[in-house]
């Protein structure tokens, strides 16, 4: 395993990510404890030390879970990482004891604020939590002390400014490098000296499997190499990113994610701006090109109202981020009508100079809503 320098710790370039742990199987799936703690049993035989969970992973079992897997290691073999979301339970001083109890001990190595987003970002400032954490970081009960982010670059300013912040939890992979704003962050956290843990360097999974082109693109470069493998390799190229945080799910995906681990070897320029290519012609191929031109919406194009452009906005996330959250995404559109009020009239179809099928789409929706 190699390791990166984090002030006065080597800390495991793979960090073993405790969201995706295995379940079990029927009506009331749970932790499958015992495959659960193979993988971690696994990961501390082969040099993994960072171990990241949070309150609400697993309907909060993620916790308990870990504190009784890592329990038989000694304490400075493993280094802990949870997080407080205001969401979750606002209660800050309360959660973080629990917290404590749960993971089974008297200090937690890397506390962060979980999930900075544009509808919370002012909630954390203004709750006092920021201070109190500091507190406990002075009390030598928090030992480093960060937050993770998925809000706007505006919102992500300002709340890095709130605090003399040691560590940001980032998406980091080359998708959201390309096409979102990670690397704007990833750039204004290098220049002030504060290093990064990537999440979602494999973007939950949807880069290990591109489209058919995107793959082949990939396959013809690097045979060997697997998408995943692609993505890690990227990763490692952004030098000041201190770890990779990896939720593994199977033996196989811990095996094959520490093996990438073994040394720093990542991939040429030659190879970055490959995968780029591949990763273009995967959005090309997954995504409907609206330009917000209007057309289909101007006038009486669509009879029953609907907000085609941002539901189209919609489609395309769905499409490279998977289904998460999907129905709550689309009923979250300002819209009069909803996809499965579309009647197929296909006027918006015959108004697109994209010539997207735009009635296929609203029948996809709808039929996911229904």
Not at 19 to 28: A, F, I, K, N, Y
Not at 146 to 163: I, K, P, R, V, Y
């Amino acid at each position: 395993m190699v390791y990166r320098n984090f002030k006065d710790k080597k800390v495991s370039w793979l960090g073993m990510g405790n969201m995706r742990l295995p379940m079990t199987e029927g009506d009331s799936p749970t932790i499958d404890k015992v495959k659960a703690q193979e993988i971690i049993d696994y990961a501390m035989a082969n040099g993994i030390n960072y171990y990241d969970t949070a309150v609400g992973y697993h309907s909060g079992e993620s916790e308990v879970f870990l504190g009784e897997a890592l329990e038989k290691y000694p304490r400075d073999s493993y280094y802990l990482a949870t997080k407080f979301s205001i969401f979750m339970n606002p209660d800050y001083k309360s959660v973080f004891e629990e917290q404590l109890a749960r993971l089974k001990t008297d200090y937690i190595d890397f506390y962060l604020i979980h999930a900075i987003m544009d509808n919370n970002f002012q909630s954390y400032i203004d709750s006092g939590c920021i201070q109190y954490f500091a507190e406990q970081k002075a009390a030598g009960r928090i030992k480093h002390l960060g937050f993770s982010t998925h809000a706007n670059f505006d919102n992500f300013m300002t709340f890095l400014n709130q605090h003399d912040w040691e560590f940001v939890l980032q998406q980091l992979n080359a998708y959201d490098w390309q096409y979102g704003i990670s690397k704007q962050m990833y750039e204004e956290l290098e220049s002030r000296g504060i290093q990064t843990i990537a999440m979602g360097p494999v973007r939950g999974g949807r880069i290990a499997k591109l489209s058919p082109e995107a793959e082949a693109i990939l396959k013809e470069a690097r045979p060997a190499w697997t998408l995943s493998e692609w993505a890690f390799r990227w990763v490692k190229n952004r030098s000041n990113n201190m770890i990779a945080l990896s939720g593994m799910t199977t033996l196989e995906q811990i095996k094959e994610n520490v093996r990438l681990f073994q040394d720093d070897s990542s991939m040429t320029e030659a190879e970055e701006e490959i995968f780029y290519n591949a990763l273009e012609a995967f959005k090309k191929e997954m995504q409907a090109p609206c330009t917000d031109c209007n057309y289909c919406i101007d006038s009486e194009n669509c009879p029953v109202k609907i907000n085609i452009p941002r539901f189209l906005q919609v489609y395309n996330n769905y499409k490279v981020d998977g289904d998460f959250a999907l129905k709550r995404k689309i009923e979250a559109v300002e819209s009069a009508g909803l996809p499965s009020d579309c009647v197929f009239c296909d006027k918006c179809n015959q108004k697109c100079p994209q010539s997207i099928d735009i009635v296929a789409i609203m029948r996809e929706l709808g039929e996911y809503l229904e």
